[in-house]
């Protein structure tokens, strides 16, 4: 019913910059939140960054003022520019997005879904 494409990973050196996309598609009646997520090996998910419909952006501590996240409610897409990478930002990169959907007829119902991951690893 709802899908989310993401694409952009890949590698890069340390101090270089990548950019994600996340596409959303389906059954969808609105969009809450959009976000980014991420998980190193052996780590735990974690959040990196994530708009809400109003516009109100969170960010990580470890990635403010190098990562800026961008949204197009229009096209229920979010994206994620990262720049000045560091080996530590390398990890599979989840989007994520709460939104509202149709399941049959009138019908509607909220929940979160996920993309497939895109690996990002950033070489010393």
């Known amino acids: 019913q709802v899908q989310l494409v993401e694409s952009g990973g890949g590698l890069v050196q340390a101090g270089g910059s990548l950019r994600l996309s996340c596409a959303a598609s389906?059954?969808?009646?609105?969009?809450?939140?959009m976000g980014w997520y991420r998980q190193a090996p052996g780590k735990q998910r974690e959040l990196v960054a994530t708009s809400t419909s109003g516009g109100r952006l969170n960010y990580a501590d470890s990635v403010k003022g190098r990562f800026t996240i961008s949204r197009d409610n229009a096209k229920n897409t979010v994206w994620l520019q990262m720049n000045s990478l560091k080996p530590e930002d390398t990890a599979v990169y989840y989007c994520n997005a709460n939104l509202i959907y149709r399941t049959a007829g009138i019908d509607y119902s909220r929940d979160d879904f996920w993309g497939q991951g895109t690996q990002v690893t950033v070489s010393s």
């Open positions: 389906g059954s969808i009646f609105r969009i809450n939140t």
